[in-house]
């Protein structure tokens, strides 16, 4: 009887490294490796580095696959083939893996231990986790700090000064009428007075011969200055009454 020892179709050999621990959002961990697999030499596969939780299949971070970083899509839109490539050669292939946390993954915020592994993708977008022993992992980042939005600073209003209104002080009735009309007296020229034997000056108080022709003069000019008195008068009542009513008005009565 003949016994044959099993040989796993593919296996990763990861190497210790010195760093357990990752502190620091663009920390990066380099992990040398060994791909074994039963493949034709010049065979092609894409390998991913992976952080998760024991237990679970919920992987995060980025991978450096020699010209940028990368973190998905792995199976679509051939996404598979911007990770880190590998050529089989005497199948078997060495390298180093280049990875760091994806800080906005939940899957990696949490704080607490993790495991890595290294999950191997085919020409066709294949995914297959070969037999390995995951490195064990530490990851405790720093909370984020919460940014506030700057608040709003209104622009200063221009005070306007209102210029203040002229002041109009409304005489009574009777005291604008009482002023024209002694105004007008003042004014109107002095006036003889009639009497038996002739006219007497109001000034001088002489007395001068009288003729009918005179008297009928002054009876006329006296008519004339009486009539000169009752025109003003009629105004100023009227120019009284209407800004009276314009107070009124105003203060709302």
């Given at each position: ?59 995060c971070g980025y991978t450096w696959n020699g010209s940028e970083w ?24 060495k390298t180093e893996i280049k990875v760091k946390v994806d800080s ?150």
């Amino acid at each position: 009887m003949f016994w044959f020892s099993t040989v796993s179709a593919a296996e990763i050999i990861l190497s210790d490294i010195d760093t357990a621990e990752i502190t620091k959002v663009e920390q990066e961990l380099t992990v040398p490796l060994e791909l074994k697999i039963n493949s034709s030499d010049g065979t092609v596969y894409y390998l991913r580095g992976a952080f998760f939780k024991e237990g679970t299949s919920q992987y995060c971070g980025y991978t450096w696959n020699g010209s940028e970083w990368y973190n998905g899509p792995f199976t679509s839109g051939d996404g598979w083939k911007k990770l880190l490539t590998v050529t089989i050669a005497s199948d078997s292939a060495k390298t180093e893996i280049k990875v760091k946390v994806d800080s906005n993954d939940s899957h990696c915020r949490e704080p607490g231990d993790y495991l890595f592994k290294v999950l191997r993708y085919t020409e066709a977008g294949n995914s297959s986790g070969d037999d390995q022993t995951p490195l064990k992992i530490r990851i405790a980042l720093p909370s984020p700090t919460p940014t506030t939005a700057p608040s709003a600073t209104n622009a200063p209003v221009k005070s306007q000064t209102v210029p203040a209104k002229p002041k109009i002080t409304l005489l009574p009735t009777h005291t604008l009428f009482a002023t024209a009309i002694i105004k007008a007296v003042s004014s109107s020229p002095k006036i003889p007075i009639a009497s038996s034997l002739g006219f007497i000056s109001s000034d001088s108080g002489e007395v001068s011969p009288v003729n009918e022709a005179s008297v009928a003069g002054i009876t006329e000019k006296s008519q004339g200055n009486i009539a000169n008195l009752f025109i003003p008068g009629i105004f100023l009542i009227f120019l009284s009454a209407f800004l009276s009513f314009n107070k009124l008005r105003k203060q709302g009565v």
